[in-house]
């Protein structure tokens, strides 16, 4: 597995991570005993990098994870938790008594004193650009509480204000073939502030592994059926914000470029993770797996050749053509 490092924490993270939303169980049910086989999978695959969240099952999948580390102490694995989604977003609600608490529930969930990375979940706007909040993560890192911190946001100017600041380690942020935008400012910046970047949503809610028609059903408690519309959070996080059909039909030319470049030697998905991770200036792509065969399957993307400039060309094509008309200006 390629390793990169992951901005200013200085640690060496595989290039493919794993994402575990679903190991929350918060969109179609994922057991226990699933949980730790991904678990299991995704680091004998080779992937030393974990991203969850404190809401993730209301703190189910940290829980997992941490059960995990405890059984694998030696392993090599940075978790990068998120906080800041257990009250109402509003920004007085981003200050140091509820990072402490927030942090202190995180650190118990997954049995460590310090925790790895720490990133703002997504807060509202104004907290990007409010020095307070930088002054109080900083006291969390004096304290001993957290070894580093950075930030999960929706929009690049968000991206931006964060890369700007001194101790920002990383940026996590949508990145994916029907996602390019980051591609123009936040990389670069973020590359030249030695500032990671944590891809998240690698296949756009796995549109681009070509498996799914008009009649996929999804269940009723997976977001991917109730939040098309951005009825629960932004859109973005839901086949990013690309109308469904309109998805279909582009995942269906990303199947094809996948093809006629590559032939057999990636299927689309891992063709779709690999050009997220081959990015420069991305630390780590994070891609979610419900079971163990998808664990491996995305693990093995870290392994991939480099796609090079003809793919990168068809990607564009599609993007111009079939999704750039859908990108809300924000993102």
């Given at each position: 597995m390629e390793q990169q490092v992951l901005g200013r924490t200085g640690r060496l993270v595989s290039a493919v991570g794993l994402g575990t939303?679903?190991?929350?169980?918060?969109?179609?049910?994922?057991?226990?005993?699933?949980?730790?086989?991904?678990?299991?999978?995704?680091?004998?695959?080779?992937?030393?990098?974990?991203?969850?969240?404190?809401?993730?099952?209301?703190?189910?999948?940290?829980?997992?994870?941490?059960?995990?580390?405890?059984?694998?102490?030696?392993?090599?694995?940075?978790?990068?938790?998120?906080?800041?989604?257990?009250?109402?977003?509003?920004?007085?609600?981003?200050?140091?008594?509820?990072?402490?608490?927030?942090?202190?529930r995180s650190r118990q969930n997954l049995g460590v004193d310090r925790l790895d990375l720490v990133q703002l979940h997504c807060p509202p706007t104004a907290v990007y650009s409010t020095d307070a909040v930088y002054d109080a993560l900083d006291q969390l890192v004096a304290d001993g509480a957290i070894a580093a911190y950075g930030v999960s946001v929706e929009k690049t100017s968000e991206a931006l204000e964060a890369i700007a600041r001194p101790n920002v380690a990383s940026v996590q942020i949508i990145l994916n073939a029907f996602r390019l935008k980051p591609l123009e400012e936040v990389l670069p910046a973020a590359s030249a502030a030695g500032v990671g970047i944590i891809a998240r949503v690698p296949l756009a809610s796995g549109l681009l592994s070509g498996k799914y028609t008009k009649d996929t059903v999804f269940a009723e408690n997976d977001h991917r059926t109730f939040n098309r519309d951005g009825a629960a959070f932004d859109v973005g996080e839901t086949f990013s914000g690309v109308p469904y059909e309109v998805g279909l039909e582009a995942a269906a030319r990303f199947t094809e470029l996948s093809r006629d470049i590559l032939g057999d030697s990636l299927t689309p998905a891992q063709a779709a993770i690999a050009w997220v991770w081959q990015r420069p200036g991305v630390s780590s792509v994070i891609p979610g797996a419900r079971n163990v065969d998808q664990a491996r399957a995305n693990a093995a993307a870290g392994h991939a050749e480099t796609l090079g400039p003809l793919f990168m060309s068809g990607v564009r094509e599609i993007y111009d053509e079939m999704i750039k008309e859908h990108v809300h200006d924000k993102w």
């Open positions: 939303w679903q190991l929350g169980a918060d969109w179609g049910e994922v057991s226990e005993g699933d949980a730790r086989a991904v678990l299991e999978a995704s680091l004998e695959a080779g992937v030393t990098f974990f991203d969850t969240a404190d809401v993730y099952g209301d703190g189910r999948s940290e829980q997992v994870i941490g059960a995990f580390l405890k059984e694998h102490p030696d392993a090599g694995i940075t978790v990068a938790t998120k906080m800041g989604r257990r009250m109402d977003q509003v920004p007085e609600n981003y200050v140091l008594d509820n990072f402490r608490q927030w942090t202190d």
